[in-house]
């Protein structure tokens, strides 16, 4: 399988609304073949894959959908935590009758995404997580040197950020998709329907609610890693700004983990270079 164009829009996925765990989730499903869940981050919808599903979905069956709070997916009061994500994951595929996928997860979804990986490796055999780091493990030390993102504090503040930002949406998603491909943008069309999924009161709350949820999550992952490791294969992509600092984490507590950074890059990987993307997804799941 090389990288192609993008699907035209008369071969757009296919959208699914689907309940599990107490929410209706929309999914993006599209493809024949083995399952391959793909993940998005903040301030992404599925859509974040616009660019790669065509290309995976000539092998795959691609599932990707809006994590709770985001997109179309349902504005959850709770649930923001890593292992609530991923028991709607787990759910997702068992709805859709998956029972063996590969996982890919990128920004905040990475930690659910290990977490799902590390506890039903009878589920996923893959898992490919990108441009993110996993709480407090050990091997981001350089990564965090001056400290977090500004933009995880800001986020943190339980009715703050929301607020503040509210009829601001658009300049706020602007930066982020700026910063996030080193200055090149998104393609119109994906930026717009971002603005969209994150403009509002509630919609900015849902998607702060993932970065309150930060410090639990935290919890989770070292109280998963002290009593177990994740025995699937797993790749790290790393690209600007963080580079190979979730490969050293990996090293840690993963038997079969490579690292993979790609050049030239912003955070935003499938929509700043997504072809590199994926020739790299390709060489690991096939």
């Known amino acids: 399988m090389s990288p192609t164009a993008s ?14 765990n107490g929410i209706e989730v929309n999914a993006a499903v599209r493809g024949t073949g083995p ?44 649930g923001y935590d890593a292992e609530n994500l991923a028991r709607d994951a787990e759910q997702l595929l068992a709805a859709l009758n998956v029972d063996s996928a590969a996982v890919v997860g990128i920004d905040a979804s990475a930690a659910p995404a290990f977490l799902l990986a590390l506890r039903r490796p009878d589920l996923v055999h893959r898992t490919v997580l990108m441009e993110a ?63 969209a999924a994150y403009t509002g009161t509630e919609s900015l709350r849902c998607a702060f609610e993932h970065y309150r949820a930060m410090p639990e999550t935290a919890r989770q992952i070292q109280a998963a890693t002290t009593g177990g490791r994740l025995t699937t294969p797993v790749l790290a992509i790393g690209a ?32 700043d270079q997504p072809g590199a993307l994926l020739g790299a997804l390709t060489d690991f799941l096939d």
């Not at 977090?148 to 300049?171: C, D, I, K, M, Q």
């Not at 200055?183 to 930026?191: E, H, K, L, M, S």
């Open 7 to 20: 699907p035209s829009p008369s071969e757009e996925p296919q959208l699914l609304r689907i309940p599990v």
């Open 35 to 78: 399952a391959l869940l793909m993940l998005h981050g903040f301030p992404h919808t599925w859509r974040l894959w616009s660019q790669v599903i065509g290309p995976l979905s000539e092998h795959h069956r691609v599932i990707a959908p809006d994590l709770r709070g985001l997109g179309d997916s349902t504005r959850a009061a709770d």
């Open 240 to 271: 600007q700004p963080v580079g190979p600092a979730l490969y050293h984490q990996l090293k840690q507590v993963a038997d079969d983990v490579t690292g993979h950074t790609i050049a030239e890059c912003g955070h935003i990987i499938p929509l």
């Open 133 to 195: 780091i996993l709480g407090r493990l050990p091997g981001a030390e350089d990564f965090l040197s001056a400290g977090a993102p500004w933009w995880f504090g800001f986020h943190a503040v339980p009715g703050l950020a929301e607020t503040v930002l509210s009829g601001h949406e658009r300049e706020y998603v602007d930066w982020f998709l700026a910063a996030g491909t080193r200055g090149r943008g998104v393609p119109a069309g994906v930026r717009d329907a971002f603005v």
